[in-house]
């Protein structure tokens, strides 16, 4: 209250049900989270993601208009290329390039997982309150050991007695506008708990409860239908002991010698402003030191001797200043004693305390886990390679491409020549298409796409980004001409509400490569492509791109030796379908050849 006048601030609160378990806890909170956890969740997600990307669900997410109030809600999703391209009307499914875009953000979501040690598991985020503050369930009292999720009210009421009990002491002084951290599970003796946990913590800061009736049952989504994880096994016996069990003594910290103003004003902020620059990164390197004692020791010291409790840190950083220099000094103590006794910590770690030169290790939980991380990645982008391929272009951008393919293929080969003279730099290669893009005519990305796409070349020239300094790519320029086909429309804010305008979902096809058309379609009596003489292969070659294979119906075949070909419906070879590309074609078993363009005596077409 200031002139008797009364400020009051409202925040919103939310609740999810997904969290990244981060490093601190995960460290903390081990063996009860174990490696082979964590891997199953990660690969239980990553399966999710594609799943989502191959049913159509992320565009239905992204795309959708619904939750769009205002805007700048539609201006602010518009400016993201893939958000614009969803709420458009798109669909990953129609291009490599759009596929890629997305799992390539997944991925550097997994990649920024790793380097923050943050995995993804099947628990949620609410905060905290006694029963007695919401009066919960109609009043009634929640009993004690039990925890009621409410997602609602985002929070997760505890009982009254637990709070005052257990809960603020070992969960370090909750004091109303706390989060935590909430794990379901069902225990080695079968009973459904609840583990709950802030960020930051300190060792043995959990408490475990019991789901009251009616409690929101937290479920994590799978790439099963209707197979989400929910009450996990695991066993609480391989938590530490929690902190009001363990007998730790605590150093005093005093607060800063100075004397507090009686009222506010900008003056009296010098000293406040002082204070938490000589406090500056102590709460960062207090927990980073308690998480390499953990890791490395399994314990935080022999005589459980630590300078504060971590809670009186956090709070002499950022709520009430005192004296953190007994805590540094204890930090420099630690990563002296490891240094000297040439104890190997986790190679992960070891950068954490700087000012100790710590000795890596190599065989650490921790470390192994790092490892199975970095092979899943590689496993993720091999799936996402996979999805990719399975790619259908709209038909329609093959009629519309026609009359530009040539001085398409020409844009694509100076998007090749500048990757090779600028590798890596994205906008030099970019503003060399741009470049290209001024002095040709409009329907020149229409012509790049429907070289591409018969050719079963890469698409990366269609999809790039926009520029470092935000000027529009040559994605932006391709939705463009997306639009101008009538393949999307666009996403715009009306007095009504977001709309957008586009045609019926588009017909597409399956890009394939068919090998050797021009010798099975040839009348010729050899009985092997080895052996036509080269002038006769060249003529009949020359016949085959004659030829119009549009609207032609194709029967799929496996030979003996698990070759896959195509028929024509009369029995007679007509094409190897290329290596590679077998489960394109291996959903149906006719098809039917819409586009097609001829090379070298092989067709690439585009087939539905």
């Not at 960020?199 to 408490?207: F, H, I, R």
């Not at 929101?216 to 530490?240: K, Y």
């Not at 065989?363 to 982008?381: A, I, Q």
Request: net charge negative; glycine share 8%; proline share 6%.
């Amino acid at each position: 209250m200031v002139d008797g006048r009364i400020f009051v601030g409202i925040q919103p609160v939310h609740c999810e049900d997904q969290m990244r378990l981060d490093i601190q806890s995960l460290v903390n909170l081990h063996p009860f989270f174990r490696p082979d956890h964590l891997l199953d969740w990660l690969a239980q997600e990553s399966d999710l993601f594609l799943h989502r990307i191959r049913s159509g669900q992320i565009d239905a997410i992204i795309g959708r208009l619904v939750n769009l109030h205002s805007a700048q809600q539609v201006a602010r999703l518009r400016q993201w290329v893939i958000g614009d391209y969803l709420s458009s009307g798109g669909s990953l499914l129609w291009f490599p390039g759009a596929v890629r875009a997305m799992t390539r953000q997944f991925l550097r979501r997994l990649q920024h997982n790793q380097d923050r040690f943050r995995f993804p598991i099947p628990g949620g985020y609410y905060h905290i309150f006694p029963a007695v503050v919401g009066g919960v369930m109609g009043g009634q009292p929640v009993e004690p050991g039990h925890v009621l999720l409410d997602d609602d009210s985002a929070t997760a009421w505890v009982a009254d007695q637990d709070w005052l009990e257990f809960i603020v002491p070992v969960l370090g002084g909750c004091d109303g506008d706390d989060a935590v951290w909430v794990f379901p599970f069902t225990d080695f003796d079968g009973e459904r708990k609840i583990l709950l946990w802030r960020s930051p913590n300190q060792l043995g800061e959990y408490v475990i409860l019991r789901p009251s009736p009616g409690s929101h049952e937290v479920r994590w989504e799978t790439a099963v239908p209707d197979a989400p994880i929910t009450w996990p096994t695991m066993d609480s016996r391989d938590l530490p002991p929690r902190i009001d069990t363990v007998a730790y003594t605590y150093g005093e910290l005093r607060p800063f010698d100075r004397e507090i103003p009686a009222h506010y004003s900008i003056d009296a902020m010098s000293p406040a402003i002082a204070d938490a620059l000589q406090n500056q990164h102590v709460l960062g390197a207090y927990c980073n030191a308690l998480m390499v004692v953990k890791a490395s020791y399994g314990r935080l010291s022999k005589s459980n001797h630590l300078p504060a409790r971590l809670e009186d840190v956090i709070d002499g950083s950022v709520k009430s200043p005192v004296d953190l220099s007994p805590v540094m000094e204890w930090i420099e103590m630690v990563g002296k004693a490891i240094e000297k006794q040439g104890t190997a910590v986790p190679t992960c770690l070891h950068e954490r305390l700087p000012q100790a030169r710590l000795r890596p290790g190599s065989n650490h939980w921790l470390d192994v886990l790092m490892g199975s991380v970095e092979r899943h990645l590689y496993t993720y982008e091999a799936a996402a390679a996979q999805l990719e391929s399975e790619a259908t272009p709209p038909l329609a951008l093959f009629r519309h491409g026609l009359h530009w393919r040539e001085a398409g293929a020409k844009l694509c080969q100076v998007y090749q020549q500048a990757a090779r003279q600028h590798p890596g730099n994205y906008d030099r290669i970019q503003q060399a298409v741009m470049n290209r893009m001024k002095v040709d005519l409009p329907g020149l990305l229409s012509g790049a796409a429907a070289h591409i796409y018969t050719h079963g070349l890469s698409d990366a020239v269609l999809w790039q980004l926009d520029f470092a300094d935000g000027r529009a790519g040559v994605a932006r320029a391709w939705l463009e001409e997306l639009r101008r086909m009538g393949l999307i429309g666009e996403a715009i804010w009306t007095k009504e509400g977001a709309v957008r305008f586009y045609s019926e979902p588009a017909e597409t096809g399956v890009p394939v490569q068919l090998n050797g058309v021009w010798f099975n379609i040839s009348k010729s009596d050899h009985t092997s492509m080895s052996q036509v003489q080269p002038d006769e292969a060249k003529a009949m070659k020359a016949a085959c791109a004659q030829q119009r294979f549009i609207n032609r119906v194709l029967l799929t075949d496996i030979l003996d030796d698990d070759r896959l070909i195509v028929r024509t419906p009369d029995g007679r070879l007509f094409g190897y379908v290329q290596r590679g590309q077998e489960l394109r074609l291996l959903k149906k078993n006719r098809w039917v050849i819409r586009w097609t363009a001829v090379r070298d005596g092989n067709v690439y077409a585009i087939v539905n």
